[in-house]
């Protein structure tokens, strides 16, 4: 969910004057330590809360911009953050006053802190200091987002037992009118299993030897409700606590993404929620770290999804799946950020010492990885998986996204794959590669699979000739000739072509100076959303074979 699109902050500890822009569902910000991405948190933590740490409230005093703090000059700390309300954020009945003041979405509201000042002043919009009755507006609004910041020194476990009674109230709103006092505990056992069934399913799926339940209470003297999580291993149960630091952490994440999504599912309570976390990797080993990753990733991406997530980071993990990167820096003007694409931020965290150097091939790990000629078919396929329903993630990639240079091509696929077989077979078996040829290309698949064993991580396939539209001939060179008539015709009239056609059959051509500029008019009609699912009349069978064979249907 994109509920927050820019935070600016200004005069708060090592940062000066910072715009953080274009935020993302995941939000990663990269930096060595000391460089201050951790205040970037602080001052969000603040805007919603007006503290900085648990139990430490802001004060000018100490907080302000650290190079200025002596100067004897009026200090001020502002914090502004941009609203775009979602249409799944609903105003409940009674706030009619707090939504109409905040006026249509985008909207912008800023806190100001200044010494001696007894409380923060309100802006809406730039214009304020608000008077009493509209900051009980804005505050309305603030509490329909639950806000946690999650430090990288917190202990998971005491984070559980913390929320003990969320938990609890998310367990009696589930129990509803389950009956007869006979049978409420048993009641409360079923309930329990059900509420946390995704949660110990993952975790089994990461540590196949537990068996997780909660920790509910079997009699009435049990009735306090001190929740817990007993983890079974064999024929023992283990408390959470007595747990590893890693699984601490896993159980925390779910945890808190459970009660924050019973809010949303139950009375309203609660629209949305913000997640700002220091190093979520910390204390993870490697494979347990791309779970965590992909997990952020995919509460705050799948449709739906009410929770946005900032994150502070030295796992190139964190980076591979959040899509929204920042490289966060120190220099004499203060913290220093800067917006940076997926393979950037990567190259620089790496050349940078932050992170580890990681061989594109290896990027997301739990992800199967699909392989295709060029930039042309990675688009039409990543439109069209969602088309079809791909129930889990799979990356499609070109050459020229991984390598950041170059064009397509069967021939320099082929060879990419060969030259980089050693890395190919350290992928994950339940995450391959499939590299996908272009039909005229099919001749090149027995190339490809030539350093590789049977039992390598690896399969290729070209489009086959039931996948191909009838109706257009060999002047449709590559992965356009599996497209539609009604797409071929729409992106031809976008580009002001004529398209003949000749034989019997009515055969489509297309002129050869001209195939460029039609390749170019599909590229953009299906970017902007015009493949429809039946334009995949002729492919589809091919696409969901692909799909199937990846456990992803």
Request: net charge positive.
């Amino acid at each position: 969910m994109n509920l927050i699109s820019e935070i600016e902050i200004e005069g708060f500890r090592s940062v000066r004057e910072a715009r953080l822009s274009d935020l993302g569902n995941f939000t990663a910000f990269a930096g060595l330590n000391n460089s201050g991405k951790s205040n970037l948190l602080r001052a969000t933590h603040a805007f919603f809360t007006d503290y900085t740490d648990p139990e430490q409230l802001l004060s000018v005093d100490d907080d302000y911009y650290r190079p200025d703090l002596r100067k004897k000059k009026a200090k001020r700390i502002r914090v502004t953050v941009k609203f775009n309300l979602p249409s799944s954020f609903k105003f409940r009945k009674g706030l009619e006053p707090v939504s109409g003041f905040l006026g249509s979405s985008p909207f912008r509201i800023t806190k100001e802190w200044r010494r001696l000042a007894p409380s923060a002043s309100y802006f809406l919009n730039d214009v304020g200091p608000l008077g009493l009755e509209e900051r009980h507006k804005v505050d309305q609004f603030l509490q329909l987002i639950s806000f946690r910041y999650i430090p990288n020194r917190v202990l998971p476990v005491q984070v559980i037992q913390s929320e003990h009674r969320a938990l609890r109230d998310v367990l009696v709103r589930r129990l509803g009118a389950k009956g007869e006092h006979e049978k409420a505990f048993g009641a409360i056992a079923e309930v329990s299993r059900n509420l946390i069934k995704a949660l110990a399913d993952r975790m089994k799926s990461v540590y196949p030897t537990a068996d997780v339940r909660l920790a509910t209470p079997v009699s009435w003297g049990d009735m306090a409700f001190a929740f817990g999580y007993l983890l079974r291993q064999g024929d023992v149960e283990i408390e959470d606590n007595l747990q590893g630091s890693g699984i601490q952490s896993l159980l925390m994440f779910e945890t808190l993404y459970l009660i924050d999504r019973d809010y949303f599912q139950k009375f309203g309570w609660r629209q949305a929620a913000v997640w700002a976390i220091e190093e979520p990797e910390a204390s993870l080993h490697s494979s347990l770290e791309a779970q965590v990753a992909a997990f952020l990733r995919r509460i705050s991406t799948d449709p739906g999804s009410r929770l946005q997530i900032l994150s502070t980071t030295h796992s190139d993990l964190i980076l591979q799946y959040a899509d929204r990167t920042f490289f966060v820096d120190s220099g004499t003007a203060g913290t220093n950020i800067q917006p940076s694409g997926a393979k950037e931020i990567l190259d620089k965290s790496s050349r940078a010492g932050i992170s580890r150097w990681v061989h594109p091939v290896l990027y997301f790990p739990l992800d199967p990885l699909v392989l295709v000629e060029g930039k042309y078919d990675r688009i039409f396929l990543e439109k069209a998986f969602q088309l079809l329903g791909s129930k889990k993630p799979i990356r499609i990639a070109d050459l020229e996204e991984i390598e950041g240079k170059g064009s397509g091509g069967a021939d320099r696929l082929v060879r990419y794959v060969r030259d980089n077989a050693e890395v190919i077979r350290n992928r994950r078996t339940d995450s391959p590669v499939v590299v996908l040829l272009d039909w005229d290309a099919s001749s090149k698949e027995a190339s490809v699979l030539k350093p590789f064993q049977n039992t390598d991580p690896i399969t290729v396939s070209s489009w086959p000739s039931t996948s191909l539209n009838p109706r257009l001939g060999k002047s449709f060179r590559g992965i356009e000739r599996c497209y539609s008539d009604r797409l071929i015709q729409e992106a031809a009239k976008n580009a002001g072509l004529q398209l003949a056609t000749k034989g019997k059959a009515g055969t489509v051509v297309v002129e050869s100076d001209e195939y460029g500029q039609l390749k170019t008019a599909l590229n953009d009609l299906i970017k902007k959303g015009g493949l429809l699912v039946e334009d995949l009349q002729h492919a589809k069978g091919f696409l969901v074979g692909i799909l199937t064979n990846l456990g992803a249907l």
